[in-house]
């Protein structure tokens, strides 16, 4: 099992940065990548941005390109979500999920709420 907690929310003015925190514990060497989603409200969840664990190659959704940035710290088990220009449309619950693969997560953070103000 890979225990996923997420965090680093909160209410910004549009323009504004975040840095979202995803510490990882348990069996992470059974994962390959890691990766955010949100889900705004009324809508589906939708992918953000992923990461492997090595090689450390990273794939974003077009909606972030050039906004966001994923990284990670091997040592602590950590990725994170850089924010910048964060947009009102950009307002969700942030999830955090490890997976097998760059396509396939089984395990999920418990969400951190981004509100972005116009």
């Known amino acids: 099992q890979v225990q996923l907690v997420d965090s680093g929310g909160g209410l910004v003015q549009a323009g504004a940065s975040l840095r979202l925190s995803c510490a990882a514990s348990?069996?992470?060497?059974?994962?390959?990548?890691m990766a955010w989603f949100r889900q705004a409200s009324g809508k589906e969840r939708e992918f953000v941005a992923a990461?492997?664990?090595?090689?450390?190659?990273?794939y974003y959704a077009d909606s972030v390109k050039g906004r966001f940035t994923i990284s990670k710290d091997n040592a602590k088990k950590t990725v994170y979500l850089q924010m910048n220009s964060l947009k009102p449309e950009d307002t969700a619950i942030y999830y955090c999920?490890?997976?097998?693969?760059?396509?396939?997560?089984?395990?999920w953070g418990q969400g951190t709420q981004v509100t972005v103000s116009s």
């Open positions: 999920a490890a997976g097998r693969s760059t396509s396939t997560y089984d395990y």
């Open positions: 990461i492997r664990w090595s090689g450390g190659s990273t």
């Open positions: 348990g069996r992470t060497s059974s994962t390959y990548a």
